[in-house]
């Protein structure tokens, strides 16, 4: 058994030229299995509880010195969420306000193509993940960029979807 502890404080945190701390989210998703087992067609995304369980987002976090974006995407969504995958590409930057502190922050959002849900995972005890469909996910995700981000994705993957067709 590996022991993971989320990481704290903000030493190592990343702020861009304008003072603004740099945060790194991650919109994990998967395809619902049908009965027997198989990947369909429905999306799913998952979604955590703030600290305070008193609303639904992505994961994100803090970008450090020491870690590239995709890193601490990873990272986020392990310690926040408890799950494992594939990074994909960049969705975009965001410039938005911090309601806690009231100051721009940058944050930047990728996808995570999921292939490992953790049962035990750094801040389970903190969190509640729920997976949900992408109208569900957009109802209760409290940031307007972190829903841009997932419109998005939605977009990239029904493209996707279509050239494969």
């Known amino acids: ?16 030229e304008t003072g603004g701390r740099q945060v790194v989210g991650c919109i994990p998703y998967r395809y619902k299995q049908d009965i027997d087992g198989n990947m369909g067609n429905e999306l ?12 639904f987002m992505f994961p994100k976090g803090g970008w450090e010195l020491d870690e590239s974006l995709e890193e601490a995407a990873c990272r986020e969504s392990l310690e926040e969420a408890g799950v494992i995958g594939t990074v994909e590409h960049e969705l975009g930057e965001w410039s938005f306000i911090s309601k806690r502190y009231g100051t721009y922050y940058e944050g930047h959002m990728f996808p995570l193509l999921v292939k490992e849900q953790l049962e035990h995972w750094p801040e389970k005890n903190l969190r ?4 949900m469909n992408v109208v569900e996910a957009r ?4 940031h307007w960029w972190m829903k841009e981000a997932l419109d998005i994705l939605v977009d990239r993957l029904t493209l996707q979807k279509n050239k494969n067709i």
């Open 139 to 142: 109802d209760v995700c409290q």
């Open 128 to 131: 509640t993940r729920i997976w």
């Open 44 to 55: 799913e995304v998952l979604v955590v509880s703030s600290q305070k369980g008193q609303s």
């Open 1 to 16: 058994m590996v022991c993971l502890v989320s990481r704290s404080g903000r030493q190592m945190q990343r702020y861009n």
